[in-house]
């Protein structure tokens, strides 16, 4: 099994802050990764698809990086409709997702 | 626009088995992977497995012994059967679509979940 590692958990920053979660693969996945946003009592919604490609529609404040074992997320100017959980998911082996990291307005 | 619904019963009894459907509409089911994924609250999203709509499947090894996905084309709809339930199968359920696309610059194929539904409790008590 793939196992994803997220960090940090949680996070609090300001309006206008860029913003850097890590996510890390047990083993090499490529770049076969992606990213969700999750607001609360809602589904989660993809924001990043094969670790840096955005998906269409949203904005382009946010954006991945990495290949490999080792990626990352930036939203490079914090908006207060960014709060929310972020979640990254691997699919090279079956599926998995990392932990979650909340971001919160500081 | 693709819309994906969960339905089923909200409350499951321990060691019984937890039965819900997702309907597809606004396009068809057809040469799709689906998923259905679930979250504990206040928890992470757990991948519980997906089929093809040819009907080919695949599971999470820790609930696989447990698990069977099955699809309906001719409703459009696909299901999830969870025997044996406990306290910590308590979860939100959701089925999304798990799109394939070809990346060229690879050979190879992406994968992503870009279509959910709502998500549905489902609380596992006596």
């Known amino acids: 099994d793939i196992q994803m590692t997220q960090s940090p958990s949680s996070l609090s920053a300001s309006v206008g802050d860029r913003v850097t979660i890590t996510c890390q693969a047990s083993?090499?996945?490529?770049?076969?990764l992606n990213w969700y946003q999750q607001k609360p009592g809602k589904a989660p919604k993809l924001l990043i698809y094969?670790?840096?490609n955005l998906e269409t529609g949203v904005p382009s404040r946010f954006s991945g990086s990495g290949s490999g074992t080792d990626f990352t997320f930036t939203i490079s100017s914090l908006q207060p409709e960014d709060i929310a959980t972020y979640y990254c998911?691997?699919?090279?082996?079956?599926?998995?997702f990392g932990g979650g990291t909340k971001v919160e307005i500081k | 626009q693709v819309q994906l619904q969960e339905s089923g019963p909200g409350l499951v009894k321990p060691s019984e088995t937890l039965s819900l459907t997702c309907t597809v509409s606004?396009?068809?089911?057809?040469?799709?992977?689906w998923s259905w994924i679930r979250q504990p609250p206040g928890k992470g999203l757990e991948w519980i497995g997906y089929?093809?709509?040819?009907?080919?499947?695949n599971y999470n090894p820790s609930l696989k012994s447990r698990v069977t996905i099955s699809v309906d084309t001719s409703k459009n709809q696909f299901s999830l059967k969870l025997s044996s339930v406990t306290a910590a199968d308590t979860a939100v359920y959701y089925c999304?679509?798990?799109?394939?696309?070809?990346?060229?610059?690879?050979?190879?194929?992406?994968?992503?979940?870009?279509?959910w539904g709502q998500g549905t409790l489902v609380t596992v008590s006596s």
């Open positions: 089929i093809y709509y040819s009907g080919s499947t």
């Open positions: 094969d670790a840096s």
């Open positions: 999304a679509r798990d799109t394939r696309v070809f990346d060229y610059d690879s050979s190879g194929y992406l994968y992503y979940f870009d279509y």
């Open positions: 606004g396009g068809s089911i057809s040469s799709y992977y």
């Open positions: 998911q691997q699919y090279d082996n079956l599926r998995t």
């Open positions: 083993q090499d996945i490529s770049n076969y």
